[in-house]
């Protein structure tokens, strides 16, 4: 059974770097890739179906359902099929992906974790070059948007600052993690990384991207100033740190807030799809378009104000509404927040791994909030490590009770 979790968790290790590594796997070759290797991986591991069972009821029974109303839209009426199929393999690999993660044991999980953010280093740092080139490129394509802005090997910086988003949160669980363990050396290293995954975040300009971390840490610091008297010193000093980045890498940011620099027409587009959304809600709403319906059939209810093609919503939650329909998006939504409740109500009874696990619900938060003004979700990779790093969480909230011989890191 060990033997299968490590090929399975070797696979994990592989699919993490590989993932963002080709354009976050937005094209159709890299999402089927994707989905054919964690269907392998669920077919060559331990049973993992089983770890159903440990997961709350009413979060089994909403996905469950969700489930099979998208295989029914999928067959009888997807507006798009032949997209469709390829979202429900993604879909049903996600899903696979979440119950093998519930195989990995205490060490495993943190180290998986370190290579996400070693990955999203990676990205910084390859971004960092990228924007010193004369003619600057994503691996062999060269650049035609986002010039002067750190994309890694993303092609949108938007995306590129979804996966930064993660790794931060990782990056502060591990410090966080390490000062309960009074690791002050290994604490000082993960709060380095935090610097400079900021610093990269920044550099992205993604301006939801950047608030949405910003109102997740700023909870988080006003949170614990009263909570954790014992932390208040190594958070002010990584306050300072967070200062001293934006003042000195926040210009390229505050680039994106000038109107000659395009600020008010994205922002606009955004508002007039959603208002254009509500055409569409009244005639799908019901039912709901099936799966990567929204690129075939928005542009029949698209305004003349708008002058570009919409392949998504740029509003996930808004976008997976209309695929879904809205009463089963209700059912799909509240069984995600019923895990979220149960999940946090047992890392606040001071289970093992706290500091890490609040480092990672920070990271998935910022995510969420992003999702409000783009679509990260509908990144296959970006929404991989999401699953993951869910499922890290749901993982660490069960570990110690029950399982002492994996409790330990």
Same mark, same amino acid.
């Given at each position: 059974?060990? #033997?299968?979790?490590?090929?399975?968790? %070797?696979?994990?290790? &592989?699919?993490? +770097?590989?993932?963002?590594?080709?354009?976050?796997?937005?094209?159709?070759?890299?999402?089927? %890739?994707?989905?054919?290797?964690?269907? =392998?991986?669920?077919?060559?591991?331990?049973?993992?179906?089983?770890?159903? @069972? #440990?997961? /709350?009821?009413?979060? $089994?029974? *909403?996905?469950?359902?969700? &489930?099979?109303?998208?295989? !029914?839209?999928?067959?009888?009426?997807?507006?798009?099929?032949?997209?469709?199929?390829?979202?429900?393999?993604?879909?049903?690999?996600?899903?696979?992906?979440?119950?093998?993660?519930?195989?990995?044991?205490?060490?495993?999980? #943190?180290? =998986?974790?370190?290579?996400?953010?070693?990955?999203?280093?990676?990205?910084?740092?390859?971004?960092?070059?990228?924007?010193?080139?004369?003619?600057?490129?994503?691996?062999?394509?060269?650049?035609?948007?986002?010039?002067?802005? =750190?994309?890694?090997?993303?092609?949108?910086?938007?995306?590129?600052?979804?996966?930064?988003?993660?790794?931060?949160?990782?990056?502060?669980?591990?410090?966080?993690?390490?000062?309960?363990?009074?690791?002050?050396?290994?604490?000082?290293?993960?709060?380095?990384?935090?610097?400079?995954?900021?610093?990269?975040?920044?550099?992205?300009? *993604?301006?939801?991207?950047?608030?949405?971390?910003?109102?997740?840490?700023?909870?988080?610091? @006003?949170?614990?100033?009263?909570?954790? /008297?014992?932390? #208040?010193?190594?958070?002010?000093?990584?306050?300072?740190?967070?200062?001293?980045?934006?003042?000195?890498?926040?210009?390229?940011?505050?680039? $994106?807030?000038?109107?000659?620099?395009?600020?008010?027409?994205?922002?606009?587009?955004?508002?007039?799809?959603?208002?254009?959304?509500?055409?569409?809600?009244?005639?799908?709403?019901?039912?709901?378009?099936g799966l990567g319906g929204f690129e075939r059939i928005f542009p029949q209810y698209q305004s003349a104000r708008l002058m570009?093609?919409?392949?998504?919503?740029?509003?996930?939650?808004?976008?997976?509404? +209309?695929?879904?329909?809205?009463?089963?998006? @209700?059912?799909?939504?509240?069984?995600?927040? %019923?895990?979220?409740?149960?999940?946090?109500?047992?890392?606040?009874?001071? $289970?093992?791994?706290?500091?890490?696990?609040?480092?990672?619900?920070?990271?998935?938060?910022?995510?969420?909030?992003?999702?409000?003004?783009?679509?990260?979700?509908? !990144?296959? *990779?970006?929404?991989?490590?999401? !699953?993951?790093?869910?499922?890290?969480?749901?993982?660490?909230?069960?570990?110690?009770?029950?399982? /002492?011989?994996?409790?330990?890191?």
């Amino acid at each position: 059974m060990r #033997r299968q979790t490590a090929v399975c968790f %070797s696979g994990f290790l &592989l699919l993490t +770097l590989l993932a963002p590594f080709f354009f976050g796997a937005v094209h159709r070759w890299a999402q089927q %890739s994707l989905a054919a290797v964690l269907f =392998l991986l669920f077919a060559w591991g331990p049973p993992a179906w089983e770890n159903v @069972v #440990r997961l /709350p009821r009413y979060f $089994r029974i *909403s996905c469950a359902v969700s &489930l099979g109303w998208v295989c !029914i839209q999928t067959l009888f009426w997807a507006v798009d099929s032949s997209k469709a199929w390829s979202e429900l393999l993604l879909w049903f690999s996600l899903a696979g992906a979440f119950l093998l993660v519930q195989e990995f044991d205490a060490k495993e999980i #943190r180290f =998986l974790i370190q290579v996400i953010i070693a990955s999203a280093l990676f990205q910084a740092l390859y971004g960092y070059w990228q924007t010193t080139l004369s003619a600057e490129s994503v691996l062999w394509f060269q650049k035609t948007t986002h010039v002067g802005y =750190l994309t890694g090997t993303y092609l949108n910086r938007n995306h590129c600052a979804g996966f930064l988003e993660l790794a931060l949160g990782g990056a502060l669980g591990l410090f966080l993690d390490c000062l309960e363990s009074s690791k002050k050396k290994e604490a000082a290293v993960y709060g380095l990384i935090f610097m400079v995954l900021l610093a990269a975040i920044l550099k992205t300009g *993604s301006r939801f991207g950047v608030f949405s971390w910003c109102v997740v840490f700023s909870f988080f610091l @006003v949170w614990n100033y009263f909570k954790k /008297p014992h932390w #208040r010193l190594p958070l002010g000093v990584l306050v300072m740190g967070v200062i001293l980045t934006a003042i000195f890498q926040g210009t390229v940011l505050l680039q $994106r807030f000038n109107y000659e620099e395009g600020f008010m027409a994205p922002v606009s587009g955004r508002v007039w799809v959603w208002q254009d959304m509500s055409a569409v809600f009244s005639d799908y709403g019901l039912w709901g378009l099936g799966l990567g319906g929204f690129e075939r059939i928005f542009p029949q209810y698209q305004s003349a104000r708008l002058m570009m093609g919409w392949d998504h919503a740029h509003q996930d939650y808004l976008e997976l509404a +209309l695929i879904l329909g809205v009463p089963m998006s @209700v059912i799909w939504f509240s069984g995600w927040l %019923s895990l979220a409740f149960k999940t946090v109500k047992k890392i606040k009874e001071g $289970r093992p791994f706290k500091g890490l696990s609040v480092g990672l619900c920070l990271g998935l938060l910022s995510f969420i909030l992003h999702g409000f003004a783009d679509f990260n979700f509908a !990144i296959a *990779s970006n929404a991989f490590m999401w !699953i993951m790093l869910a499922a890290c969480v749901q993982r660490m909230s069960t570990l110690g009770w029950g399982e /002492p011989s994996k409790a330990v890191s």
